[in-house]
Each structure stands twice: as structure tokens, then as C-alpha cells.
């Protein structure tokens, strides 16, 4: 049995500007579970070499295309999905694309849009069918669930990045002001 196909949208609407959020969202260290509420690390990043986690010489988008990171994310009907994420394209300020393995198969890409007032919009899409049988096997009854639980965890995502990138600004402005 082949699972439904997802495709997933969402857009994440900060105020922080686009080199901002593309230092969180693309740093190679992929510590997402630093401030997104309800994932954590399920193993530590795996680097295609091991010298893609030290600088090097070579660009972070380098050093981000040579990692893979898997996470647990725990949805809000009580299941948990193990995704890993190897990016296969990067621009800089711009996109990462990425293949996604593990309880999920499919691409996704997460773009920025930086907006007239300073903000960036981030668009997230995901192409993806669920691998664990059990989700493949409810999909035709249980899809509108799965959507649902899907877009309240990348809310969870919105609303931990933003209050990340807000603590980072009044670090940075702190430590501005010689405190």
C-alpha cells in the first residue's frame, strides 16, 4: 500500500530580518530543539565528513549540506514522528531544500521572503508520505488529523522561533549597551 501523498504549506511571519532568521534556520549545528517547542534531538547531526561541523575555510552552506539531523516531533494527538532532514540545496539568505527520511519520505524547502517592513516571511513546504505503516494505513480516514496536528506543530515552531530570535535581540542589545 502506497501512502497518501501530503502537501503541506505554512508560512511563518517574523519580525526579525532575513539574515536573522537564516542564521538560525541554517546554521549547520541544526539545534532546533534549542526553541522549537516539542522537538528534540533524536541523535546527534551526522556529517557527510568529519570536518563539516568545524569552520574549516568552507561557507556554512557548505558545512550544511554535508549534515543530516534527525528529530523527534511530538504531535498534539500523542504521536511521535522521527524526521530527518539532509538539505540538498542551499542559497544563501534565500532557500534550503531538503530531503526528509525516517517516519517521513519526501522534499521540502523552507524559503525567505524578507518584507517591506523589515520582517521576513518564511514558507515552508513539505511533500511527504508517512513511512510508519500505521499512519499509511489510516491516512484515507485520518488525513484531515494528520493535517491538523501537522500545522499545529509548525505553529509551535512559528511561535518558539520568534520568541528565540526576540531573546537573541535583547542579548545583543544588552550587550550593546555594556551589560
Known sequence: MTARLYDLDSTWSLPDG???VWDVI??????????????????PVEHADEHADD???RS??????????TFD???SLGYTLRISFHATRVERLREV???????LSGTGAVRLAPRADGGTDVVIGW???PVRRWMAVLSPVAAPLFTRAHHAMMRRGEDGLRD???ARRRAADETARGG
Open 127 to 129: 511533500q511527504v508520505r
Open 60 to 69: 556554512r552552506e557548505a558545512r550544511l549540506l554535508a549534515s543530516t539531523a
Open 26 to 43: 541554517a546554521d549547520p549545528r541544526l539545534d532546533w530543539a534549542a526553541w522549537w517547542p516539542g522537538c528534540t534531538a533524536a541523535k
Open 18 to 20: 532575513v539574515d536573522a
Open 73 to 75: 516531533f511530538r504531535a
Open 97 to 103: 531544500a531538503f530531503d526528509a527520511g525516517e517516519d
Open 55 to 57: 569552520d574549516g575555510g
Open 164 to 166: 528565540h530570535l526576540a
